[in-house]
């Protein structure tokens, strides 16, 4: 059902600085950057195989990230595996007795659709799961 | 020249109970369990597309994740990155001034050299670089 790891979100503090560091660890530049409004976060993405690296700054003290990188100061804030179809994904694992933090698909960065699981359902680890969003453009090229 | 997500070193307290939520999450078993007796830890890998999750239980207080453990209760520790040769990655890291825990390769788990960078060098995330040891069966299959 999990068919990749999509990408592996990195939460840093200064967003600017995360991509120079990556750009030169990769050998390449993102291939985009992008507001998420709703999480209150900017992306930065790297390919690297069939996945990417998702640099994550915060754009306030109410995004997403903020409380993580306060306790934190930054590093990997949640893994985000492929699945084919999100919301047949959550029926599952809801069936299954998984906890979830969406039970339904939402917009996510790189047109994708997305959702949470909460991390007691994966030894702690923040999970997402995603697909690509049929009615928006990629973000990627 | 990091050319894949190898896999994500996730430290979990108790290994059999992570190992039940993993395979009841991607619906496979683990490829393998083995101790990497020189960290002081035990392995369960389970594949997802190129790449790896790898589930580290602490062997005792001295364990490379130990402390890891104690402070946060467990999370994701490590990403490794695939590349064709760890000393030559290593030294052209070493040129450009990264900050290295390792300064030559190392066995690792599932038949790997390893190597591991400064979480510095990487925006806060620990990471390591790894390729298949040619001197070793992979233990994969």
Not at 21 to 35: A, D, M, Q
Not at 53 to 66: N, R
């Amino acid at each position: 059902m999990l068919e990749k790891i999509d990408h592996i979100g990195i939460a840093v503090p200064d967003l600017d600085a995360a991509v120079a560091v990556y750009s030169r660890l990769f050998g390449i530049e993102p291939t985009h950057r992008e507001v998420v409004a709703s999480d209150g976060v900017e992306t930065a993405m790297f390919e690297v195989g069939e996945s990417r690296i998702e640099l994550l700054g915060s754009l306030g003290p109410d995004s997403k990230i903020a409380n993580f990188l306060v306790k934190r100061g930054g590093g990997i804030h949640h893994v985000a595996y492929g699945v084919a179809d999100v919301q047949l994904a959550l029926d599952h694992l809801a069936a299954e007795g998984t906890q979830l933090l969406d039970t339904a698909p939402r917009p996510g960065a790189g047109g994708r659709l997305v959702a949470f699981l909460h991390p007691r359902a994966a030894a702690g680890v923040l999970t997402e799961i995603c697909q690509p969003d049929p009615s928006r453009p990629s973000g990627d090229h």
